[in-house]
């Protein structure tokens, strides 16, 4: 404690560091105290209000722009647009998924059961989820919405997304214990019978988290195999340009019939649309630009986050048309 001129200090210690643009090491010598104490004031300064920064973005009137004509175009709730100045997929990804996260946050409640599928995006979003709920107050669940892949690497398991979501929560997690797409559908039929991969698709979901799947040799459900070859010819001919939990779909947003249905097991879009009072889709990237926008006619989400390039990309398809 620094007694009754506590606040003062931190004030002071503030106006010397931002205002008049000096170190730590420099404050610390004039206020005869230790370099450690310093910082730990200034951090402290932060915490108390007494230090507010605001971040001025020029670019912030084009987002706004940009959120305001999907909301309007496709009756969404909410648009989250993030800025991105490279087109680099990575980087896209990471960007789309801390937005996500935040835009999240803000809505999660205790309570709530929280339903996530799985991918690149996806992967990012969990990693930039750090909640604020008081302890013991919580009483969250997350439910895996797919199946999971064979054949993929550890980074986007299927069951490793919920787990690391769950954990960030301190949520009880349900998995779906089976493959996103079986190898036939005799199979699929016979693990549709299993109680506890039942339960876990009867769970009534308040929050979906999804991803949006693109239909290209490099998309996750064809690069692992899960999608035959055939299938994605046959996905190619239907003019399929993406899909949500396995489910395809193509830019008009209906609903493609292939082969590969009758060996999914996943959580129903279908009943995603009709029965889940929210839910966030989370993708970006110029190779999603198609399959995004089949999503929103598709009327598949109540929210989207998006990165800046993708969304004006969408909007150009939409002036193509």
Same mark, same amino acid.
């Given at each position: 404690?620094e007694?009754?001129?506590?606040?003062?200090?931190l004030?002071?210690i503030?106006?010397?560091?931002?205002?008049?643009?000096?170190?730590?090491?420099?404050?610390a010598?004039?206020?005869g105290?230790?370099?450690?104490?310093?910082?730990?004031?200034?951090?402290k300064?932060k915490?108390?209000?007494i230090?507010?920064?605001e971040?001025?973005?020029?670019?912030?009137?084009g987002?706004l722009?940009?959120?305001?004509? !999907?909301?309007k175009r496709?009756?969404?709730?909410?648009?989250?647009?993030v800025s991105?100045f490279?087109?680099?997929?990575?980087?896209i990804?990471?960007?789309?998924?801390e937005?996500?996260?935040?835009?999240?946050?803000?809505?999660?409640?205790?309570?709530?059961?929280?339903?996530?599928?799985?991918g690149?995006?996806?992967?990012e979003?969990?990693?930039?989820?750090?909640?604020?709920?008081?302890?013991?107050n919580r009483?969250?669940?997350?439910?895996?919405?797919m199946?999971g892949?064979?054949?993929i690497?550890?980074?986007?398991f299927?069951?490793?997304?919920p787990?690391?979501l769950?954990?960030?929560l301190?949520?009880?997690?349900?998995?779906?214990?089976?493959p996103?797409?079986?190898r036939?559908?005799v199979?699929?039929?016979a693990m549709?019978?299993?109680?506890?991969?039942?339960?876990?698709?009867?769970?009534?979901?308040?929050?979906?988290?999804?991803?949006?799947?693109?239909?290209s040799?490099?998309?996750?459900?064809?690069q692992?195999?899960?999608?035959?070859?055939?299938?994605?010819?046959?996905?190619?001919a239907?003019?399929?340009?993406?899909?949500?939990c396995?489910? !395809?779909?193509?830019?008009?947003?209906n609903?493609?019939?292939?082969?590969g249905?009758?060996r999914?097991?996943?959580?129903s879009?279908?009943?995603?649309?009709?029965?889940?009072?929210?839910?966030?889709?989370?993708?970006?990237?110029?190779?999603?630009?198609?399959?995004?926008?089949?999503a929103?006619?598709?009327r598949f989400?109540?929210?989207l986050?998006?990165?800046?390039?993708?969304?004006?990309?969408?909007?150009?398809?939409?002036e193509?048309?």
């Amino acid at each position: 404690m620094e007694g009754p001129l506590n606040k003062s200090l931190l004030a002071q210690i503030a106006k010397l560091y931002y205002l008049d643009d000096l170190s730590i090491i420099e404050i610390a010598k004039i206020l005869g105290m230790s370099r450690q104490r310093c910082s730990r004031l200034l951090k402290k300064a932060k915490e108390e209000g007494i230090v507010q920064i605001e971040v001025i973005d020029p670019a912030q009137e084009g987002v706004l722009n940009l959120e305001k004509e !999907f909301e309007k175009r496709f009756s969404l709730r909410k648009v989250h647009v993030v800025s991105v100045f490279s087109k680099d997929s990575d980087l896209i990804r990471k960007a789309v998924g801390e937005a996500g996260a935040r835009f999240f946050l803000k809505v999660v409640a205790p309570g709530n059961k929280v339903g996530i599928a799985y991918g690149r995006t996806l992967y990012e979003f969990v990693r930039y989820v750090k909640p604020s709920f008081s302890e013991g107050n919580r009483n969250l669940s997350v439910v895996q919405l797919m199946g999971g892949l064979s054949r993929i690497s550890a980074n986007v398991f299927a069951t490793e997304i919920p787990k690391r979501l769950a954990e960030a929560l301190e949520a009880q997690v349900y998995y779906l214990p089976a493959p996103a797409f079986t190898r036939d559908q005799v199979t699929r039929d016979a693990m549709l019978k299993d109680e506890n991969v039942q339960a876990t698709l009867r769970e009534k979901i308040d929050i979906a988290l999804v991803g949006i799947g693109s239909v290209s040799p490099h998309a996750m459900l064809i690069q692992t195999g899960a999608i035959t070859p055939s299938e994605y010819e046959e996905l190619l001919a239907k003019k399929a340009v993406g899909d949500i939990c396995g489910t !395809f779909f193509d830019i008009s947003g209906n609903i493609v019939e292939f082969s590969g249905n009758e060996r999914r097991i996943a959580v129903s879009l279908r009943d995603l649309r009709k029965k889940c009072p929210l839910v966030i889709g989370i993708a970006g990237g110029f190779e999603k630009a198609e399959a995004i926008l089949g999503a929103l006619r598709g009327r598949f989400l109540h929210v989207l986050v998006v990165d800046s390039l993708t969304a004006e990309a969408i909007l150009k398809k939409l002036e193509e048309k």
